[in-house]
């Protein structure tokens, strides 16, 4: 059973910066796929940005695009999201996902595994 659990959240300005990391344990990490979703109040799970198991590959949303930047460390079994010029409209859950393919996906359902998310909210 692979356990993910993000850390990193917290309330920032505007314009401000976060940094989110997600361990994993349970499974072989660096083979796998991973990806950052968010879900604001009251509107559909959103991909963000993901990475592939070699870490050689990425596809990122645009409205992050030159802001939020993902890497992974395989020997930690850690993911990042490297997150600035923060905007209101970035406040968020933010979650982590595994999926059981090494290339990335956009759609959430094409992971397997979730953490329980960690909140960001993006102050005016």
């Known amino acids: 059973q692979v356990q993910l659990v993000e850390s990193g959240g917290g309330l920032v300005q505007a314009g401000g910066s976060l940094r989110l990391s997600c361990t994993a344990s349970?499974?072989?990490?660096?083979?796998?796929?991973m990806g950052w979703f968010r879900q604001a109040p009251g509107k559909e799970r959103e991909f963000v940005v993901a990475i592939s198991g070699s870490g050689l590959s990425a596809n990122i949303a645009d409205s992050v695009k030159g802001r939020f930047t993902i890497s992974r460390d395989n020997a930690k079994n850690t993911l990042y999201l490297q997150m600035n010029s923060l905007k209101p409209e970035d406040t968020a859950v933010y979650y982590c996902?595994?999926?059981?393919?090494?290339?990335?996906?956009?759609?959430?359902?094409?992971?397997?595994?979730w953490g329980q998310g960690t909140q960001v909210t993006v102050s005016s």
């Open positions: 996902a595994q999926r059981r393919q090494r290339a990335v996906a956009i759609d959430p359902l094409e992971y397997d595994y």
């Open positions: 349970g499974r072989t990490f660096d083979n796998y796929a």
